[in-house]
């Protein structure tokens, strides 16, 4: 179960949302609407751990009856698949694919993490050519590098 939990977030210290709560269980899928401005994507970066210095963020992030909000980034084992899939436009799918993958996952492990994101999506082979829908899968197949050790750990694609 994901919870967020009493969000305020800023930017340049002027409000964007105010009092966020809410909670998505297993399974379940949520829209979060509102107007261009008004800390949607602020929200989810917060999340993710990547907030950029001039938003600021305050609130408790749970997974699993964890708080993740005050883990380092690579430690909240949660991702997020943004409508601009944000991939670097120079490497392959697979040296993006490597650039979301934990750490502390070495060598071999690495690799075969890596190639079973591409199976999954699709891509084994694959580079980015500009083609829309390989960017998509692309950046699903980032997203879908999170695997924890424990599958109820996090919140990963469908």
Known sequence: MLCVKN???TFTRKPLADNVNFTVDKGDIVTLMGPSGCGKSTLFSW??????????????????????????TAQ???????????????FSVGQNLLLALPATLKGNARRNAVNDALERSGLEGAFPSGSCH???????????TTRPSRPTKSVTPG
């Open 47 to 72: 999340m993710i751990g990547a907030l950029a210095e001039q938003f600021s963020c305050t609130g408790e992030l749970w997974l699993n009856e964890q708080r993740i909000d005050i883990l380092p």
């Open 134 to 144: 390989f960017v998509w899968r692309s950046a699903s197949a980032r997203c879908s």
């Open 7 to 9: 969000v305020f977030a």
């Open 76 to 90: 909240r084992q949660i991702g997020i698949l943004f409508q601009d899939a944000l991939l670097f436009d120079q």
